[in-house]
């Protein structure tokens, strides 16, 4: 518990993966607890927001990552080396997925039954819900760089690493998810300013 109190909330250092890779069950949980709310995160963009696929596929990249830790080297950060696993594992499942699902089939996010917010946070969750609905709408070669880059605030070169291309790939790959995102956008542009 000591070790939870001083490292950062999402760096693992070095001794805890050594002691992950030695079988540590303490360790272990450590790594989970720094690193599942990163791996969701990705998977619930990666399953255009449905989120008992990303919880699914959540608990497969960390019984990968339980067996497989071994396999790291230390050659790139960890943070790289998990992001790649991550990245694999949701394109396999998309690829295993795609084999039972109608290609033309979209899944919409799930509504709460809550009580109606404030107008102005309803306003933000219906802008935040368009722009989601339009990353997940991109391809997932120019999904996965912008969920890459602005939800887990990868450098290109981190980028380029967990999706084994290179830089000037990443910056390409970005520069068509923005035009295509300021296209399905362009809308709420327009409302924003009517609204001021």
Same mark, same amino acid.
Request: glycine share 4%; net charge positive; charged share 30%.
């Given at each position: $518990?000591?070790?939870?109190?001083? $490292?950062?909330?999402?760096?693992?250092?070095?001794?805890?993966? #050594?002691?992950?890779?030695?079988?540590?069950?303490?360790?272990?949980?450590?790594?989970?607890?720094? %690193?599942?709310?990163?791996?969701?995160?990705?998977?619930? %963009?990666?399953? &255009?927001?449905?989120?008992?696929?990303?919880?699914?596929? =959540?608990?497969?990249?960390?019984?990968?990552? $339980?067996?497989?830790?071994?396999?790291?080297?230390?050659?790139?950060?960890? =943070? =790289?080396?998990? &992001?790649?696993?991550?990245?694999? =594992?949701?394109?396999?499942?998309?690829?295993?997925?795609?084999? *039972?699902?109608?290609?033309?089939?979209?899944?919409?996010?799930?509504?709460?039954? @809550?009580? #109606?917010?404030? @107008?102005?946070? %309803? !306003?933000?969750?219906?802008?935040?819900?368009?722009? #989601?609905?339009?990353?997940?709408?991109?391809?997932?070669?120019?999904? $996965?760089?912008? /969920?890459?880059? %602005?939800?887990?605030?990868?450098? *290109? !070169?981190?980028?380029?690493?967990?999706?084994?291309?290179?830089?000037?790939?990443?910056?390409?790959?970005?520069?068509?998810?923005?035009?295509?995102?300021?296209?399905?956008?362009? &809308? /709420?542009?327009?409302?924003?300013?009517?609204?001021?």
């Amino acid at each position: $518990m000591e070790r939870l109190a001083i $490292m950062p909330e999402t760096r693992i250092d070095e001794q805890v993966i #050594k002691d992950c890779q030695e079988g540590d069950r303490e360790a272990f949980r450590l790594l989970f607890e720094a %690193y599942k709310d990163r791996v969701f995160s990705i998977a619930v %963009y990666s399953f &255009h927001g449905d989120q008992t696929a990303a919880g699914d596929v =959540t608990q497969q990249i960390f019984l990968k990552l $339980m067996t497989s830790i071994c396999q790291f080297r230390g050659e790139s950060q960890f =943070t =790289t080396w998990l &992001h790649r696993l991550v990245v694999n =594992t949701c394109i396999d499942e998309q690829r295993r997925r795609k084999r *039972y699902l109608d290609f033309g089939e979209t899944i919409a996010l799930p509504t709460t039954g @809550e009580r #109606k917010p404030p @107008e102005r946070r %309803y !306003e933000r969750r219906e802008l935040a819900d368009c722009v #989601k609905a339009a990353i997940n709408e991109l391809k997932p070669k120019l999904r $996965m760089p912008v /969920l890459l880059k %602005y939800v887990d605030e990868l450098s *290109y !070169e981190e980028i380029a690493s967990v999706l084994g291309c290179s830089k000037g790939t990443v910056a390409s790959r970005l520069n068509r998810g923005h035009k295509q995102l300021a296209r399905r956008l362009a &809308h /709420l542009r327009d409302q924003v300013a009517l609204e001021d």
